[in-house]
């Protein structure tokens, strides 16, 4: 088994910097769980710590049944992708890969038994001869990978491993990633501060803020039912819009409403807003749950287009609504639009997300 339990795990950089703070997490054995989070929010420093590069200030680490807090790196049975590949430029791909097996004094016959099975699972098999200079970035990456496959270890550690990739690259590497996941099930931690990548990839997303663990769920729960203002405005793209609403009964109904806009409360969320009535709340709406309509009952808000960006399969719209700005996805790319048009905007009830305004918790 090569569970790992992190309790009230800390970290400070002498008096005045506290990088982590009491990070409680289990990742199951050969599960796949992503850190994410802005510059800064500490998850690089939990998976460090993780791997032995940096000493943990307080709390407890377990990889398996040991505690390994005063354990060397190479003691640990992890093995680290890094941000920079960190190939040795001298050596072939086969060195490369061979390089930590040959420290550990393991024959020369098991080591290429390691480094074809770790060649055949990534595609390596004609690079072997070949110095890291003449790769590409995708190749490289996948070197990196392959220097983990051989040593067989107990985690998959991965640091960013993708954000010096373009775009192009770094769709076809999660593929490889997630590919990699089916041959070689091994207990991984990813940190990344793309969203897209961590719903993609993730058993279950991590999205930490300020060192603390904000949410951690499936990708669909934390898209779907957010925590607080901070996981709902970062999880997704183009990002949540907020309002500030206020709510009010109406004919058995709760309204949530502003000057500009007007949305009816669903069934499900009637409970929980029952206790604000005629106070305010955070009102979130996800761009792709927004649609165009003729005026209506239906229609929460008229909003006036200040900037349209085509996408080919979607138009992204930019619209003036009162005193602040909306985004609205996913809107047919062949509607006639135009700049300083009007438009109406509707949304289903049970896509909406309220948020108290002081403490930015859901409120459910």
Known sequence: ??????????????????????????????????????????????????????AI??????????????????DRDVAMVFQNYALYLHMSVYDNLAFGLRNKKIREADIKIAIDRAADILGLGELMQRKPR??????????????????????????EPLSNLDAKLRAQMRIEIKRLRVRVPTTSVFVTHDQVEAMTLGDRVVV?????????????????????????G??????????????????????????YLRARVAER????????????VTLGVRPEHLSLNA?????????????????????????RLGDSTMTVARVDPQLPLAVGETVHLSV???????FDPDTEQAIR
């Open 348 to 354: 289903p009830s049970e896509q909406l997300h309220f």
């Open 295 to 319: 005026a209506g009952k239906n229609s929460i808000c008229a909003a006036e287009i200040e900037v349209i960006e085509q996408l080919g399969s979607e138009i992204v719209l930019e619209t």
């Open 208 to 232: 930490m803020k300020d060192g603390r663990i904000q949410q951690c769920g499936t990708p669909l729960q934390v898209y779907g039912e957010p925590a607080n203002k901070f996981v709902a």
């Open 1 to 54: 088994m090569s569970q790992i339990s992190l309790s009230r795990l800390n970290k400070h950089y002498g008096g005045m910097q506290h990088a982590v703070k009491d990070v409680d997490l289990t990742i199951a054995d050969k599960e796949f769980v992503v850190l994410v989070g802005p510059s800064g929010c500490g998850k690089s420093t939990t998976l460090r710590m993780i791997a032995g590069l940096e």
């Open 134 to 159: 003449q790769l590409s970035g995708g190749q490289q990456q996948r070197v990196a990978l392959g220097r983990c496959i051989v040593r067989n270890p107990k985690v998959f550690l991965f640091d």
């Open 234 to 259: 970062f999880i997704g793209a183009p990002s949540m819009n907020f309002f500030e609403v206020r709510i009010r009964a109406q004919e058995g109904e709760l309204i949530a409403e502003t000057p």
């Open 57 to 74: 200030s307080s709390g407890e680490i377990r990889i398996g049944d040991r505690v390994v807090n005063d354990l060397l790196p190479k």
């Open 269 to 280: 969320h009637k409970a929980a807003l029952a206790a604000w009535k005629d106070r305010a």
